[in-house]
């Protein structure tokens, strides 16, 4: 946290002018939030392991993420966290799962996150460590993904070709170009600025930042049991993306919870009453 804090201090003393390295560092830096006592006793209780994932976008070489795993039954459980976070954001939805009968709960820290050791992360790292457990440890039957793991768990499974029991994704972020352009609005960077990032954004990845909508990418079958949960005050997943995401695909079983906000969410009672209430009548 120190460090983004630095960075976006020196991007707001330099905003007539910023340094396109360093707004492309403000926005791949994921900071990292220390574990509580109550995490990491939870994390004591758990089996660990790592799995490589390929880095094709800052590094082009392997990066490890640790994973955790509790219980082991035969469904298996997959939560994905979302930016600047870490598999233990979990820890009160695991707590809960975890009293579910021949159930596996498995979750990890994406490169950059939590405990896995990477500089920078993105969206498709997440997706390529989905991708990973489901080819070298377990194929989920059931994914939860918060923010832009909910993304990230879509576009894993389509680039998987597999139709998980159950997908529940919570607070997903719909627009991730939008979402880059309030956090540079954040640090006041403005307009001319911010196309220079996204000009080289393009040139980098190689796909505009545009690309990664959602709305436009989901392509899963309208068969497939999927449960959304959000706040429709949610600042950081704006309801008017969600709502026209949602009016695309009427299929999906959305529930709107009234200010929980984007990271409370995860602590809701009442959304992980119905998360475990989902995973329940898995078959």
């Not at 800052?58 to 994973?67: D, G, L």
């Not at 919570?170 to 609005?185: G, H, T, V, Y």
């Not at 960077?189 to 990845?205: L, P, S, V």
């Not at 005050?233 to 709502?243: E, M, R, T």
């Amino acid at each position: 946290m120190k460090r983004l804090k630095q960075i976006a201090n020196e991007l707001k003393l330099t905003q007539a002018a910023p340094d396109a390295a360093l707004m492309r560092e403000f926005i791949f830096y994921s900071p990292k939030m220390p574990l509580r006592l109550h995490h990491e006793q939870l994390i004591a209780a758990s089996k660990q392991f790592s799995l490589p994932v390929f880095d094709t976008y800052f590094t082009n070489a392997e990066v490890a993420i640790n994973c955790f795993s509790w219980g082991n039954g035969k469904k298996k459980v997959l939560l994905t966290h979302g930016w600047a976070s870490k598999a233990l954001d979990f820890y009160e939805l695991i707590v809960e799962l975890r009293k579910i009968e021949d159930l596996e709960i498995i979750a990890f820290d994406a490169p950059g996150n939590g405990s896995s050791i990477s500089e920078f992360s993105n969206l498709m790292l997440y997706a390529d460590s989905v991708k990973a457990i489901a080819l070298n440890y377990a194929q989920p039957d059931a994914l939860i993904g918060h923010s832009l793991g909910g993304m990230a768990n879509v576009i894993a499974i389509q680039e998987l070709g597999i139709t998980p029991g159950l997908l529940i994704s919570i607070a997903p972020l719909i627009r991730l170009k939008e979402n880059f352009e309030q956090s540079l609005d954040s640090v006041s960077i403005g307009a001319k600025h911010q196309d220079i990032f996204f000009e080289n954004f393009a040139k980098e990845f190689p796909v505009s930042a545009s690309h990664f909508n959602l709305t436009e990418l989901y392509q899963l079958n309208p068969g497939i049991d999927h449960f959304l949960a959000f706040d429709p005050a949610d600042h950081i997943s704006p309801y008017p993306f969600l709502k026209e995401f949602l009016d695309k695909y009427p299929a999906i079983n959305a529930k709107a919870y009234e200010e929980v906000g984007h990271y409370k969410i995860l602590k809701s009672a009442d959304v992980i009453g119905d998360i475990i209430e989902n995973v329940q009548a898995l078959s």
